[in-house]
């Protein structure tokens, strides 16, 4: 299983009403996508991130199907113009040693294939994770 965890903060200037509807957003497009088994979606505690989401992955073709999925592209495009900052990460129980290798690839082709969204992170104010466009962070 992967577990991928994403934290965020929006930026200064977006309304109670934009951040639920981000927020909303997630949810809903989360469970449109058949890879992911569960997931959770809401505030942030513990840290300087406001929100964050928990999603559970079987293996890292449906990682990468979860990644690439149109359902989640639209969620990027939507919801990633009111963030600020930005984190992701994965753990798994995968016994794979290359599976690290091989999340940070998806992302990577992920990045060169879909232009735009490669855009919008390198936008953001600040991103670590897998594979970051030009922001290489773990």
Known sequence: MIYHSIRFTIKPGV???EKAA??????EQFAAIPAVK????GPDFGGKYEY???????????YADYMNHPAHLELDRVGLPFVDEFMSSDITDDP?????EKIA???????ENVPDI???ISGLASYTGSAAPGKHGN
């Not at 981000?22 to 949810?27: F, L, P, Y």
């Open 15 to 17: 309304t109670p009403q």
């Open 22 to 27: 981000v927020v909303a957003k997630m949810r």
């Open 38 to 41: 569960a997931h959770v979606v």
């Open 52 to 62: 964050g989401a928990v999603l559970v992955i079987e293996d890292i073709e449906g």
């Open 96 to 100: 794979d040693p290359e599976i690290g």
């Open 105 to 111: 690839e998806v992302h990577r082709s992920r990045f």
């Open 118 to 120: 490669a855009d919008l």
